[in-house]
Every structure is written in C-alpha cells, then in structure tokens.
C-alpha cells in the first residue's frame, strides 16, 4: 500500500500506471520475433504464428494458441498457404488470412472449423495486407490486394462481399489504413503519402484532417479506438494528430521528436476520461502522448505487442504481461500523494482504527463535519473495483464497510454488487484460468457472456461455481453450462457409450431447462448414434424425441415413441414420414405391426385416401372391411352397371368374411337396383337409388299400386309396415274414400277403428274444411263418434255453416 503510486507517470492532468499481469508461462527461445501475433480484446486468448527458427524445405510454421497467462491451449504445424494476417473473432474464434484470400476459421483448441474466400479478384492479384475488426454487425475482414483494390466482409457469419472504390494514384499497398464504423456504415479510411481518402460503397473522398501541422509530409501510421470514435495519425515528421473520428474535431497535436514510423499505434483511454492520450510503440521504444506537449516513455527490453482495450492497452511481451492504463480518477483521489479527498480521509481513518489510534476519530470527524461520508464510502468502492492485487481490493472495502457503520441511511447494494464482482474476477484472473479482465471490461462484457468464454474454454466448474455465487436463473447458468459439458462429452470417442450416458444422466439429473434431444444430436453429428440413441431415453418429450430419431433413421423406434407419447399429430408425422421414405410394402407392412399407426392411417384414408385404404384391406386380407369398402363406394357410383359391380365385389368379400347376413343384404341391394331399372324402363320414373321405402312411397303416390304389390310381394317387405306407407301415400293424396276401402279390406295390424279416429277423420277434416266442400264436410261428421275431438266438431259445424252460405 505504501508504494502503490510508485508505478504512476503524470501525463497532463491524468496519471498513468503499468501493471504487471502475469509472467507468461510459454517457453518462447526468441521471445515474439519472426512471429505473428493476434491477441483478443477483454482479456482474451494469443495467436503465435511461429516461422521455424530454421528454414528448410521441410520445415513448416507452428501455429500456436495460449491463454493471456501463457498456458498453452493448442499447438499444431501450419500445413496450408502464407498467412497474411490473425485475428480473433467476437466468439474467440481464430481467422487466419491467407496470401490467396481464403480465411480460415479455428476454434480456440485449434480445431478447424471451416473456410471462405475474400473472392476471385482476391486469388489473381494476392493479399497484400488484411485487418480484422469488430462492428455492430460482427466480426468483419478487409483486405487490400495486389491490385491496390479494397474488398470488405462486414460480418463473416452473413458474407456479403463488397469491393470498394479504386484510390487515385495509389499504387501497391497504402502508407496506412484502418477501417472505421459510423453511423451503422463500415468504412475505409487510408493515407497515400500526405493525402487522405475515405472509402465507403459508392465512393472515394479525399479528407483533410482539420489544424494537421504542415510540417508533416507523409501520414504513416494511423489508429482508431476502441469505440471508433477517435482517430490518431502519425506523420513522418514526428507528429501525432488525434481528433474524432468523423474528422471534423481536433483534440490535440503532439511532437513525439520520433520520425521512424511506429511498429504499433493504440489508443489508451478511459470510457469516461476526458483526455484523449495513444500509446506508441518502437521497437525498444513505448510513448504515451495525450493533450499536453509532454509524454510518458517506457524503454522495452523484449519484442512486444500492444492490444487495444476498452480502458487500456495490454502489452504482450516474451515473457510478461502488462496493462498500461489511465489511472482513475477515484484512486488517484484517494492514493495521490497528500490528498485530502473523502475516500482518503476514510482510508486513513481505518488504518489508525486498526491501530487502536485516536486519530481514526479525529479523520472521522473531519469527514462528518463536511458532510462527505457517503461520498468517502462510494470512493472507496469503486476505487476497489479499479484495483488488481486482492490486498488492496480489501484494504478499501474494509474501509468502506468501517465508514458504513456511521451511515444510517446507506445502501447496501454498491458494496455487496463490488464485493461478488471481485470475488468473480479475481477467480477469473487466476494463472490457471488466465482472463486478465477490469472491471470495466466486465461490466460491459456482461456476466453471461463471461459464463460463455468460461464454457468455451471448457471450464466448466468455474462457470458452474460462479452462476451458483451470482445465483444466476438455472436455466441461464448452471443448466446451460452442463448442456454445454454434455455436448463436448458425447464427443469424447475413446470413451464407450454406455459410460457416457450414465455420466450425462447423473450429471445432469433433473436440471431445469436441459433438452437431452439438443445433446442427443450433437452426438449423432459426431457419428454416434447408438449413443444418440441412449441419451434420448433421458428427454421426457417425445416431441423432441421423435424428429431427431427420423433424422437418424430410426423409424420404427421414432413411431413406437410416438404412439407411446399418445399424440396423435405426432404419430400422424411419422406415418407421413414413414410413406415417403418407405415403398408401399414395407410401409404397409410396418404398420400391421402397430395397431394404433394403422388406425390412425385408416381414419385418414377414409377422408383422403381411399385407394390407399382399399390396399390396406387387401394387405390384410380383411375381407370384412373390403366389403364395408365397396358398398360404401357404390353409393358414389352414379352409372349402375358400375355400382352393381361394386356391390358384387362386396358380397364376394362378405362371403370371404363369412357374413351371411351382409352378403344377403347386399343381394337385396342389388336386386332392388335393378327392379329399379325396370320400373325407370317401364313407367318413366326416376326410381334408381331410392332405397326400398323410398320406392315403395313413389309408387303408391303415383297410383302404381299393381308394381308396389309386387314389390312388396318380391321383397318380403313386411305387412305392417307397406300398409302403413300404403295409408301414408294415400293421406298425401287427400284419396279418403280410396283409404277407407283399403282399411276395410284388410284388418289393419294398427286396428281399423283407431286408425280412422285418429289418422283418416283428422285428415279427411282438414282436406274438407280447406276446400270448403259442404258435402265432404258432412261427410266427415257423418263419420264422428261421441269420442271426437269437440274443438274438431266445432271447426267442422262452422265450416259447413260458412260454406252453405255460399
């Protein structure tokens, strides 16, 4: 504590401090030279791209992958073209860019993932330079090729190449460029000796940066920051210029009284600083340059790469570490040398606290007196947050929990939150694990995009003990870190399926939010289906179950599950799969094997597929069902040769079936079809496909009563009911005199007198009164009882009355 300023330059009105983060446990026998190097931002994972250190015919380059500790995470000999450039995507993925334009991808273990090409252009001329950058829109490439064209791939994951504009009068590669996001627009902004040119899709604009002295005659290095928001450019005189971006604002002007071009420019600069400043790099040479004339300058003694950062800059050396930042303004107030600022004051008065002294209440109470504890308190804990070594992260928070206890009204949330968030970076930070990240890359970073890196990197305990300490929703930490687990063991192949499995399922238990179908597949794209198979036995939905068994082919498996599931548009989705994919053999024969897929095909087939049914019988030989089939398809069959083929069909089958009495009743049908014919024949009647009632009734209401006996006689049709469609047709007919013969005739099996009460004398009475007819009238009273209905006596009486009038 007593030399933490030790390490602080002043530059302006700011300070700036070097801090160590790691001694880099690679084994590197020339440190970084005749390497190419490619660190990620937020403390990300380094890309060695190693030239062996003796050329020869056989002798290949060594591309190498660390963590920013040094640890070794891959390693494997460069077989494919010249690289031009690394780079890290925003998923910690590796590009490399080859000389012929094709990018290829690698994961952070060095497993190759896939390629893309810049285009055909980009083959012919080569690649001269390439940079990769981040935007709104992703990862993006851009390259300048042979041809002194730029081409540009905003987001690899969606690839739309665009070719930009041809630069006047450059020829070969620019003096500088970089590319620059504005206004959701990604651009080209490139320097040819002194002039200064934007590309964007359409066009190629000359700028002039504004207030650049016109002492510089070449613009040979430029940078952007990390927000995009600020360019700095480094002439061949020595000066550097920063401004915005957009280049319409000067920021300040420095001569850096260096004229050899820079290896490396970067930005170094708080998100809420108000001083712009860039750091420089020679080769034994690191600047640091902001609004005022002076600078900070730090000698190297190892080849070294700067990595731009959201708050800093790291600086990657052969064998350590650093990050170079601006120190924030909440410890310089409280670590500044005689600072008398709130969080200074309670820093002293908890060490005299812990001394026992007095004086701790002589600080307290000069706190107290200008009102300023919470604001000693709220410095104290941010400036925790600032701090890397863990002893003076407790340092401060112990004062700040000291000047709490004096506070009443204090909230809790800012110490507990920095208090969790420190416990997370420090673990973070180990050696072992090797993410070097501030808290303000923290914070912006989001702690689920940290549980991500920690996942991809296949620490999967970590991840799992900080989601349970942040007590993350399950399904967004611990359930989604042990899919992740999941998916990369069923990859594992020296393992047998069986044991992982088993190791899944104990895993995973009954975590919340887990689909076994998401691992299942993972592990049939890995080739193993047999243990695709078993992990499905774990996932409780067969909707998820069942499509994933048709993609492995898994048919009859996929249709068992479907049936057992008791869904019915499931079943109905495999069975439609099962048609497609199967000839009618197999698929009819795999059905039979399931009854409750072949019902549900059948009530299908019924509404869509006859044709299909029918063969569904035949495969069976369900002559029963074939016969129900062809009498129900007689009844659309308008041409009766046709329909009585049909109905023979059936009786054949009935006869099969050994279904006397359906083969009778088809017969029946039959012979009732062509008395039908006949009868059209004969008395011009449209008769066919009435059923026997309906041609009993037409026949008596059209007075052929001779053909109506004879149906009735042919067909057994029996009594009771043809003389009741006889009265029927009769009544309709208004023939009452025709029905009381008949009644006479033959003693009805509904007795005569009741019949005539009821049926005849109502009738006839309302078919008289209608007509108004005084004799019918009569007639109809003549045939009353002392039974009848009074109100139908008296209907009839002024009915007669009115018509005797007449």
């Given at each position: 504590m007593a030399f933490i300023t030790a390490n602080w330059n002043p530059l302006g009105e700011a300070f700036?401090?070097?801090?160590?983060?790691?001694?880099?446990?690679?084994?590197?026998r020339d440190g970084l030279k005749e390497c190419l190097v490619a660190a990620a931002p937020y403390g990300g994972p380094i890309a060695l791209l190693r030239q062996p250190q003796r050329p020869s015919s056989s002798a290949r380059p060594q591309l190498e992958i660390y963590s920013s500790s040094g640890a070794n995470m891959a390693s494997f000999p460069w077989k494919s073209g010249p690289v031009r450039q690394l780079g890290w995507t925003v998923c910690d993925d590796l590009l490399c860019i080859q000389e012929d334009g094709t990018v290829l991808i690698y994961d952070l273990f060095g497993a190759f993932k896939r390629h893309f090409s810049m285009g055909n252009e980009v083959v012919q001329n080569q690649v001269l330079e390439a940079k990769v950058f981040h935007s709104p829109y992703g990862t993006g490439v851009a390259i300048v090729t042979g041809a002194s064209r730029f081409t540009l791939a905003t987001n690899i994951d969606d690839l739309k190449l665009r070719r930009l504009p041809e630069v006047p009068g450059l020829q070969g590669a620019p003096s500088c460029w970089a590319v620059l996001t504005q206004d959701r627009q990604t651009k080209?902004?490139?320097?040819?000796?002194?002039?200064?040119?934007?590309?964007?899709?359409?066009?190629?604009?000359?700028?002039?940066?504004?207030?650049?002295?016109?002492?510089?005659?070449?613009?040979?290095?430029?940078?952007?920051?990390?927000?995009?928001?600020?360019?700095?450019?480094?002439?061949?005189?020595?000066?550097?210029?920063?401004?915005?971006?957009?280049?319409?604002?000067?920021?300040?002007e420095v001569?850096?009284?260096?004229?050899?071009?820079?290896?490396?420019?970067?930005?170094?600069?708080?998100?809420?600083?108000?001083?712009?400043?860039?750091?420089?790099?020679?080769?034994?040479?690191?600047?640091?340059?902001?609004?005022?004339?002076?600078?900070?300058?730090?000698?190297?003694?190892?080849?070294?790469?700067?990595?731009?950062?959201?708050?800093g800059v790291r600086i990657v050396g052969g064998s350590r570490h650093e990050l170079l930042q601006e120190v924030p303004s909440a410890c310089q107030d409280i670590f500044k040398i005689a600072s008398m600022a709130p969080g200074a004051l309670l820093l002293e008065a908890h060490k005299e606290y812990e001394k026992s002294s007095q004086k701790a209440d002589e600080y307290l109470r000069e706190i107290k007196e200008q009102s300023v504890l919470g604001e000693a308190v709220r410095q104290c804990v941010e400036a925790a947050g600032y701090e890397h070594e863990p002893e003076t992260q407790k340092t401060l928070l112990r004062a700040a929990s000291f000047g709490k206890c004096f506070l009443s009204n204090y909230p809790p949330e800012p110490f507990v939150s920095m208090c969790r968030d420190l416990k997370v970076l420090n673990s973070v930070r180990e050696y072992t694990v090797g993410i070097p990240l501030t808290h303000t890359q923290y914070k912006q970073m989001t702690v689920q995009v940290l549980i991500d890196r920690l996942v991809y990197r296949k620490l999967y305990p970590l991840a799992i003990e900080i989601c349970r300490y942040l007590k993350t929703p399950e399904y967004q930490g611990v359930s989604r870190v042990l899919k992740h687990w999941a998916c990369c063991k069923v990859q594992q192949k020296e393992e047998p399926d069986e044991s992982i499995a088993h190791a899944v399922s104990v895993k995973?238990?009954?975590?919340?939010?887990?689909?076994?179908?998401?691992?299942?597949?993972?592990?049939?794209?890995?080739?193993?289906?047999?243990?695709?198979?078993?992990?499905?036995?774990?996932?409780?939905?067969?909707?998820?179950?069942?499509?994933?068994?048709?993609?492995?082919?898994?048919?009859?498996?996929?249709?068992?599950?479907?049936?057992?599931?008791?869904?019915?548009?499931?079943?109905?989705?495999?069975?439609?799969?099962?048609?497609?994919e199967m000839?009618?053999?197999?698929?009819?024969?795999?059905?039979?094997?399931?009854?409750?897929?072949?019902?549900?095909?059948?009530?299908?087939?019924?509404?869509?597929?006859?044709?299909?049914?029918?063969?569904?019988?035949?495969?069976?030989?369900?002559?029963?069902?074939?016969?129900?089939?062809?009498?129900?398809?007689?009844?659309?069959?308008?041409?009766?040769?046709?329909?009585?083929?049909?109905?023979?069909?059936?009786?054949?089958e009935y006869n099969k079936a050994k279904n006397e009495f359906a083969a009778k009743a088809t017969e029946e049908e039959m012979k009732l079809l062509r008395f039908q014919r006949r009868l059209d024949e004969e008395m011009g009647e449209a008769l066919l496909g009435l059923s026997l009632q309906e041609t009993l009734h037409a026949l008596l209401t059209s007075n052929f009563?001779?053909?109506?006996?004879?149906?009735?006689?042919?067909?057994?049709?029996?009594?009771?009911?043809?003389?009741?469609?006889?009265?029927?047709?009769?009544?309709?007919?208004?023939?009452?005199?025709?029905?009381?013969?008949?009644?006479?005739?033959?003693?009805?099996?509904?007795?005569?007198l009741p019949f005539v009460e009821v049926f005849c004398l109502c009738g006839a009475a309302e078919a008289a009164i209608e007509r108004r007819s005084e004799?019918?009238?009569?007639?109809?009273?003549?045939?009353?009882?002392?039974?009848?209905?009074?109100?139908?006596?008296?209907?009839?009486?002024?009915?007669?009355?009115?018509?005797?009038?007449?």
């Open positions: 700036y401090r070097k801090i160590e983060l790691y001694e880099m446990g690679w084994s590197l080209v902004l490139l320097a040819n000796r002194a002039d200064l040119y934007i590309l964007d899709n359409t066009s190629c604009t000359p700028v002039t940066p504004p207030g650049l002295s016109l002492q510089s005659c070449s613009i040979v290095n430029m940078a952007v920051s990390f927000s995009y928001k600020y360019l700095a450019l480094f002439t061949d005189s020595g000066h550097l210029w920063m401004g915005s971006a957009n280049l319409k604002d000067k920021l300040s001569d850096t009284k260096v004229r050899t071009p820079p290896k490396q420019m970067v930005w170094c600069r708080r998100p809420k600083s108000q001083q712009p400043s860039v750091v420089i790099m020679w080769d034994r040479l690191l600047l640091v340059a902001g609004e005022c004339t002076d600078t900070i300058q730090y000698t190297l003694d190892e080849e070294s790469v700067c990595v731009a950062e959201l708050d995973l238990g009954e975590a919340a939010g887990i689909s076994y179908s998401e691992i299942a597949a993972r592990a049939y794209e890995c080739g193993r289906t047999e243990l695709a198979i078993k992990l499905l036995e774990f996932e409780p939905r067969s909707g998820e179950q069942v499509p994933l068994l048709l993609k492995m082919k898994r048919s009859q498996l996929a249709l068992s599950k479907a049936i057992e599931s008791g869904d019915t548009d499931l079943v109905y989705t495999v069975v439609t799969y099962l048609k497609n000839n009618r053999g197999d698929f009819f024969m795999t059905l039979r094997n399931q009854p409750v897929a072949l019902s549900l095909y059948r009530q299908f087939c019924k509404h869509q597929e006859q044709d299909t049914l029918k063969d569904l019988f035949n495969q069976d030989d369900d002559h029963q069902e074939l016969g129900n089939f062809y009498v129900k398809a007689s009844y659309k069959e308008k041409k009766l040769e046709a329909r009585l083929s049909l109905l023979q069909s059936a009786v054949d009563h001779k053909q109506a006996e004879q149906l009735y006689r042919d067909f057994r049709v029996p009594d009771k009911r043809y003389w009741w469609l006889k009265l029927t047709a009769l009544a309709e007919k208004d023939d009452w005199e025709e029905m009381e013969k008949f009644a006479k005739s033959k003693k009805s099996p509904i007795g005569y004799g019918e009238i009569s007639t109809v009273l003549s045939r009353c009882s002392p039974t009848t209905d009074r109100a139908l006596l008296e209907r009839l009486n002024r009915a007669r009355s009115t018509a005797a009038k007449k």
